[in-house]
């Protein structure tokens, strides 16, 4: 994985702009690898993603952050949008049962705490690396080459 863009996100709205723009490059079969301390945003990320995605076939759902059922799932028209969230995985079995093994390359999947996924990681996954920067973010984009190529122009236009 390299290092394809690094991103000063000062406000919540820049934070929410490069989660509008990441919506707009996923989809069927990509992995948004979002990584940070608690409280550093994921879950808002992958909330704005999924409501983005939502918007142009209705009303958006409430996107709360799955700490608890540990997957939610969501559609937007015919893509399959899978959010994880797993911080509280106990054991990597539970991966399989939560059919995330299945989803991994055939829906859109947003997964916290990524680490926990072991040999389950995507090779082809986008890596989103959050850290708190005074009031702001630090936000690290890192994947494939062609993660890169699909991303563009997204890092220009989600400066802030």
């Known amino acids: 994985m390299s290092e394809l863009a690094v991103l000063n996100l000062p406000s919540p709205d820049a934070t929410d702009r490069l989660a509008g723009a990441l919506a707009r490059v996923l989809g069927a079969g990509d992995t948004l690898l979002l990584e940070g301390d608690l409280g550093a945003g994921k879950s808002h990320i992958a909330r704005v993603i999924v409501q983005q995605l939502q918007a142009p076939h209705g009303p958006p759902e409430d996107v709360p952050s799955p700490t608890y059922t540990l997957v939610q799932t969501y559609r937007a028209g015919d893509l399959a949008i899978l959010h994880a969230d797993l911080y509280r995985l106990g ?24 680490d926990r996924l072991g040999d389950l990681t995507p090779p082809d996954a986008l890596r989103l690396t959050l850290r708190m920067l005074g009031e702001g973010r630090m936000a ?21």
């Open 140 to 160: 690290t984009l890192s994947g494939p080459a062609a993660m890169g190529a699909k991303l563009g122009a997204l890092c220009d236009r989600t400066h802030a």
């Open 91 to 114: 054991d990597p079995g539970e991966l399989i049962e939560l059919g995330l093994d299945e989803a991994l390359g055939r829906d859109l999947c947003l997964i916290e705490w990524p």
